[in-house]
Protein backbone atom coordinates (compact mmCIF):
# COMPACT_ATOMS: atom_id res chain seq x y z
CA UNK A 1 0.00 0.00 0.00
CA UNK A 2 1.48 3.49 -1.35
CA UNK A 3 1.43 5.94 1.81
CA UNK A 4 2.37 9.21 0.01
CA UNK A 5 0.10 11.65 -2.10
CA UNK A 6 0.10 10.95 -5.45
CA UNK A 7 0.90 15.12 -7.27
CA UNK A 8 2.69 14.86 -10.47
CA UNK A 9 2.15 13.00 -13.61
CA UNK A 10 4.44 13.14 -16.03
CA UNK A 11 6.90 11.24 -18.79
CA UNK A 12 10.28 11.85 -19.43
CA UNK A 13 10.78 14.77 -22.11
CA UNK A 14 13.63 13.87 -25.04
CA UNK A 15 15.97 17.16 -23.90
CA UNK A 16 15.92 15.72 -20.20
CA UNK A 17 18.07 12.82 -22.00
CA UNK A 18 21.64 13.18 -21.05
CA UNK A 19 24.58 11.81 -22.88
CA UNK A 20 24.58 8.35 -21.37
CA UNK A 21 21.21 7.93 -22.51
CA UNK A 22 19.02 8.60 -19.50
CA UNK A 23 17.43 11.30 -17.68
CA UNK A 24 19.91 13.63 -16.68
CA UNK A 25 20.38 13.84 -12.75
CA UNK A 26 19.60 18.32 -12.49
CA UNK A 27 15.93 16.44 -14.19
CA UNK A 28 15.26 14.43 -11.34
CA UNK A 29 15.91 17.57 -9.12
CA UNK A 30 13.53 19.75 -10.96
CA UNK A 31 10.83 17.44 -10.64
CA UNK A 32 11.32 17.30 -7.30
CA UNK A 33 11.43 20.83 -7.09
CA UNK A 34 8.21 20.77 -8.94
CA UNK A 35 6.88 18.75 -6.54
CA UNK A 36 7.77 21.27 -3.61
CA UNK A 37 5.37 24.00 -5.85
CA UNK A 38 2.68 21.19 -6.18
CA UNK A 39 3.21 20.74 -2.07
CA UNK A 40 2.61 24.17 -1.86
CA UNK A 41 -0.38 24.55 -3.48
CA UNK A 42 -1.82 21.62 -1.87
CA UNK A 43 -1.56 23.29 1.18
CA UNK A 44 -3.08 26.61 0.31
CA UNK A 45 0.16 28.51 -0.96
CA UNK A 46 -0.75 29.77 -4.50
CA UNK A 47 0.10 33.05 -6.10
CA UNK A 48 -2.58 34.73 -4.44
CA UNK A 49 -1.79 33.81 -1.11
CA UNK A 50 1.59 34.75 -1.15
CA UNK A 51 0.91 38.04 -3.07
CA UNK A 52 -1.76 38.71 -0.51
CA UNK A 53 0.50 37.33 2.79
CA UNK A 54 3.94 37.86 2.20
CA UNK A 55 4.50 34.35 2.94
CA UNK A 56 6.14 31.48 0.84
CA UNK A 57 8.19 28.30 1.68
CA UNK A 58 12.17 28.27 0.86
CA UNK A 59 13.47 24.61 1.02
CA UNK A 60 16.50 24.57 3.56
CA UNK A 61 17.94 20.79 2.46
CA UNK A 62 17.84 18.56 0.26
CA UNK A 63 19.11 14.77 -0.56
CA UNK A 64 18.32 13.29 -3.51
CA UNK A 65 19.24 9.35 -4.23
CA UNK A 66 18.72 8.08 -7.46
CA UNK A 67 17.96 4.64 -7.34
CA UNK A 68 16.88 3.73 -11.36
CA UNK A 69 17.52 4.88 -14.60
CA UNK A 70 14.49 6.50 -16.19
CA UNK A 71 14.65 6.75 -20.17
CA UNK A 72 12.66 9.07 -23.10
CA UNK A 73 9.11 9.23 -22.53
CA UNK A 74 8.90 6.88 -19.74
CA UNK A 75 5.94 7.45 -17.57
CA UNK A 76 6.95 9.67 -14.03
CA UNK A 77 5.05 9.65 -10.97
CA UNK A 78 5.65 11.59 -8.01
CA UNK A 79 4.30 10.60 -4.39
CA UNK A 80 4.75 12.97 -1.41
CA UNK A 81 4.92 12.09 2.30
CA UNK A 82 4.83 14.08 5.26
CA UNK A 83 7.92 12.56 7.72
CA UNK A 84 7.08 15.34 10.32
CA UNK A 85 6.30 19.15 10.78
CA UNK A 86 6.20 21.75 13.45
CA UNK A 87 4.78 25.92 13.27
CA UNK A 88 7.35 26.82 10.66
CA UNK A 89 9.21 23.43 8.95
CA UNK A 90 7.61 20.60 7.18
CA UNK A 91 10.24 17.69 6.83
CA UNK A 92 8.88 15.95 2.92
CA UNK A 93 9.75 12.84 1.61
CA UNK A 94 8.99 12.92 -2.52
CA UNK A 95 9.25 9.39 -4.67
CA UNK A 96 9.48 9.49 -8.17
CA UNK A 97 8.38 6.15 -9.64
CA UNK A 98 8.86 5.42 -13.77
CA UNK A 99 7.26 2.35 -15.69
CA UNK A 100 5.54 -0.69 -14.06
CA UNK A 101 6.35 0.80 -10.73
CA UNK A 102 9.76 1.25 -10.57
CA UNK A 103 11.28 3.40 -8.10
CA UNK A 104 13.44 5.65 -9.83
CA UNK A 105 14.36 7.99 -7.74
CA UNK A 106 13.63 10.10 -3.53
CA UNK A 107 14.17 13.44 -2.61
CA UNK A 108 14.26 14.37 1.29
CA UNK A 109 13.40 17.86 1.89
CA UNK A 110 13.35 20.46 4.82
CA UNK A 111 11.52 23.05 4.33
CA UNK A 112 10.91 26.49 5.74
CA UNK A 113 7.95 28.96 6.25
CA UNK A 114 9.25 32.48 5.14
CA UNK A 115 7.79 36.02 5.99
CA UNK A 116 8.76 37.42 3.00
CA UNK A 117 8.35 41.25 4.51
CA UNK A 118 11.41 40.52 6.98
CA UNK A 119 13.09 37.85 4.58
CA UNK A 120 13.15 35.32 8.17
CA UNK A 121 11.63 31.97 9.28
CA UNK A 122 7.44 32.67 9.76
CA UNK A 123 5.37 30.34 11.72
CA UNK A 124 2.38 28.91 9.20
CA UNK A 125 -0.38 31.12 9.10
CA UNK A 126 -3.37 28.98 11.06
CA UNK A 127 -4.92 27.58 7.90
CA UNK A 128 -2.03 26.33 5.76
CA UNK A 129 -0.94 24.57 9.56
CA UNK A 130 -4.38 23.27 9.30
CA UNK A 131 -3.60 21.87 6.14
CA UNK A 132 -0.40 20.19 6.36
CA UNK A 133 -2.03 18.56 9.77
CA UNK A 134 -4.81 17.21 7.84
CA UNK A 135 -1.96 16.41 4.98
CA UNK A 136 0.15 14.48 7.24
CA UNK A 137 -2.88 12.52 9.11
CA UNK A 138 -3.14 10.66 5.61
CA UNK A 139 0.60 10.48 3.93
CA UNK A 140 2.36 10.19 7.44
CA UNK A 141 4.21 6.56 6.75
CA UNK A 142 4.42 4.58 9.78
CA UNK A 143 7.91 2.99 9.08
CA UNK A 144 10.43 6.14 8.01
CA UNK A 145 11.64 5.37 4.32
CA UNK A 146 14.97 3.91 4.10
CA UNK A 147 16.61 6.83 2.93
CA UNK A 148 15.21 9.08 5.35
CA UNK A 149 17.82 10.50 7.50
CA UNK A 150 20.61 9.18 5.31
CA UNK A 151 24.28 10.54 5.80
CA UNK A 152 26.76 10.83 2.44
CA UNK A 153 30.25 9.36 3.50
CA UNK A 154 32.05 6.71 1.91
CA UNK A 155 32.00 3.00 3.78
CA UNK A 156 35.19 1.57 5.50
CA UNK A 157 35.81 -1.55 6.53
Avoid at 47 to 73: G, Q, W
Wanted: hydrophobic share 40%; net charge neutral; charged share 30%.
Amino acid sequence: MMVGKVIIKDNVRKEWIDYNGHMNDAEYVRVFSWGVDRFMKIIGIDDTFREENNYTIFTMESHVCYLAEMKIDEPIEVHLSIIDYDAKRAHVFFELYGADGKRAATSEQMLMGMNQLTGRPGPFPDRILANIKELAARHTPKKKPGEVGRVIGIRRK
